[in-house]
């Protein structure tokens, strides 16, 4: 069984098109994440919610716009994409949100968005 | 803001090798995390550590903890080509616990 799950693996899209990536997780987790990695594998968190709630905001331009319909799902929209929105994007789910104490971050298998 | 430097960016070595890659902070952990990610998938954590000093070994892995936790480093004695992966660390940073990455150590272990 997928623990957290991406839709879709792959996106090939012109430029100043919409479009949304679907994530997630069995695990009931309360926490979930996303993360952008560059060509260079550069990997950084955009956003983060706790329970349904937006906790992590990483001056990501308004473009992008995540939601959290229910604890298992957060999905992201890309409004008007640019060329440097290309990456692979990943999702992840925590067991827990408690500050300074650290826990697992359980990823995703990345969505590649390409953007022509 | 915190830069996390890691070292080597790429190691290529036979299988049976040993290696060390490393992870520099510009600042204190809050507590660091290391995480191997394999091509086309999420990164998958192996160790986090927290206390200055402290060494955690994963089977053929040493995991260390600089005493002034600005530094960690792994060791992977007798590489095998199922090592083979980015190796990140990251921090475990501040109130909202965001891990806060380095840009990685590829590792190519060949038969």
């Known amino acids: 069984d997928t623990a957290v799950s991406q839709t879709p693996k792959y996106l090939v899209t012109q430029m100043g098109n919409d479009k949304s990536i679907k994530c997630e997780q069995n695990?009931?987790?309360?926490?979930m994440y996303w993360y952008k990695q560059d060509s260079k594998k550069f990997l950084k968190i955009m956003f983060s919610?706790?329970?349904?709630?937006?906790?992590i905001n990483e001056t990501v331009p308004n473009r992008f716009s995540p939601k959290s319909p229910d604890k298992a799902h957060l999905n992201l929209h890309i409004n008007s994409l640019e060329l440097g929105d290309s990456a692979v994007y990943f999702c992840?789910?925590?067991?827990?949100?408690?500050?300074?104490?650290?826990?697992?971050?359980?990823f995703g298998p990345g969505t590649r968005l390409t953007v022509l | 803001t915190q830069l996390l430097e890691q070292s080597p960016q790429f190691l290529s070595i036979q299988e049976g090798e040993n290696l060390t890659v490393y992870c520099n902070s510009s600042?204190?952990?809050?507590?660091l995390q290391w995480y191997r990610q394999e091509p086309g998938e999420g990164p998958v954590l192996l160790v986090t550590?927290?206390?200055?000093?402290e060494v955690k070994k994963l089977k053929r892995l040493t995991f260390q903890f600089g005493d002034a936790r600005k530094d960690s480093s792994l060791h992977i004695t007798a590489a095998q080509p199922g090592d083979t992966g980015l190796y990140l660390c990251?921090?475990?940073?501040?109130?909202?616990?965001?891990?806060?990455f380095g840009a990685g150590t590829r590792l190519a272990v060949h038969p």
């Open positions: 919610y706790n329970n349904k709630e937006l906790i």
């Open positions: 695990l009931g987790h309360d926490t």
């Open positions: 600042s204190v952990f809050s507590s």
């Open positions: 550590v927290v206390t200055g000093g």
């Open positions: 990251a921090d475990f940073s501040g109130g909202y616990n965001k891990l806060i």
């Open positions: 992840a789910s925590s067991p827990f949100y408690q500050p300074g104490v650290p826990n697992e971050q359980f």
